[in-house]
């Protein structure tokens, strides 16, 4: 039994820019098994909610649509089955398809729903799944490939951080390039040894030195464009780039010649891919030490909460200033 009809919810009417996107009633639909209805308390704004606006994301959903990848809510309706369990638990959530997570209620398939540990507050459960899982699963890479180091270029952002944390706990070197000499300050200040502005004179002979030196054979790229290629010139033969994000809406600039002489290899990650290659049992598994975690290494430091009537505001705040901590949305003020 669904304890609501209708709901607040943004609601993107064209893809393109957020003005098209009204906060307005909608319609909850009839929930089937194995899903369950969520009310929302927090949801995060992250690059790929912003590219999903614009239309340029890997998912595109039948508009109109509620956005919001991802956030935290309590379950209050179940639609039969073994997701009864779920009813009263505080949950991190995500959402592919359907509605998001900006709205006072979500539908969810209880599958992707993580229960939340009685420690993880409602806000950090909001950014359980896309950044943290992401920083896990790209450092489970690194340390399996053996290489020395790993480059990480977007390095002030969120993700980030948790990459250089999980890395310091390890004692495994990381070269973090940002593009602002503030973002090197604030680096340094956090303990991080080598940080590089891209946008600095002499950025790819530094890289070039350092990288050959702490033999950094592995880079994860969250900006594409010019600087993929940087990555790959500066890099030692046999080098792996990870390209993971497109933050500077470039496609990634790659000669022929680099690729060739150096054996470089480019691939690609996409969380919700991966995701689907890993059993029900190490999602389970991933989940709980998540949490464990999100505390520490995997914290999100959270900036500014916006109520959901403010969306636009919080958007424009969130891509005016991505640095610093995340913009997060008060679901339910
Ligand atoms: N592939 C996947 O499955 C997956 C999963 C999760 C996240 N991601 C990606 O991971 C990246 C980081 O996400 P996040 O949530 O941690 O980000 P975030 O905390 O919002 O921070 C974004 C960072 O990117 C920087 N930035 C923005 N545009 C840039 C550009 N053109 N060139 C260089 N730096 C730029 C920002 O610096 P300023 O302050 O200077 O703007 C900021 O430090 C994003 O690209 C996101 O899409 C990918």
């Known amino acids: 039994m669904i304890p609501v009809t209708t709901m607040q919810g943004a609601r993107l009417l064209r ?38 606006l614009s239309g340029q994301y890997g998912i595109k959903k039948k508009l109109p649509a509620v956005p919001g990848f991802e956030g935290s809510g309590t379950v209050v309706a179940y639609g039969g089955g073994w997701s009864r369990f779920l009813v009263g638990r505080r949950v991190a959530c995500a959402s592919s398809s359907g509605d998001g997570t900006w709205a006072q209620y979500m539908v969810a398939d209880a599958k992707g729903c993580i229960p939340l540990r009685r420690s993880v507050s409602l806000e950090q459960g909001s950014s359980l799944i896309v950044n943290p899982m992401t920083a896990v699963a790209m450092y489970n890479i690194f340390e399996k490939g053996r290489h020395g180091a790993l480059i990480q270029t977007a390095a002030a952002s969120a993700l980030g951080g948790m990459i250089r944390k999980l890395a310091a706990v390890n004692g495994r070197p990381v070269i973090n390039i940002v593009r602002r000499d503030e973002q090197v300050n604030t680096l340094e200040e956090q303990g991080a040894q080598y940080v590089l502005n891209s946008t600095a004179p002499d950025f790819e002979r530094k890289l070039a030195v350092l990288a050959r030196k702490l033999q950094a054979t592995m880079a994860v790229d969250a900006v594409g464009g010019a600087l993929t290629q940087q990555l790959v010139g500066c890099m030692p033969a046999f080098s792996t780039v990870l390209v993971y994000g497109g933050l500077s809406g470039e496609a990634c600039a790659l000669s022929p010649g680099l690729l060739i002489f ?40 959270v900036r500014r909460i916006y109520p959901l009537a403010e969306i636009h505001a919080a958007i424009e705040d969130y891509s005016r200033q991505m640095s610093g901590g995340k913009v997060l949305i008060n679901c339910n003020p």
Do not use: C
């Not at 989940?287 to 975690?293: E, I, N």
């Open 262 to 301: 150096k054996e470089a290899q480019i691939r690609g990650f996409w969380l919700s891919l991966w995701l689907q290659k890993q059993s029900a049992l190490s999602l389970m598994r991933l989940g709980w030490s998540v949490q464990k975690h999100l505390a520490g290494e995997l914290k999100t430091e």
């Open 15 to 52: 893809y393109g820019t957020p003005a098209d996107m009204p906060v307005q009633e909608v319609e909850l639909p009839a929930l089937q098994p194995g899903q369950v209805l969520i009310r929302m308390a927090y949801a995060s704004i992250n690059p790929s909610d912003l590219a999903f």
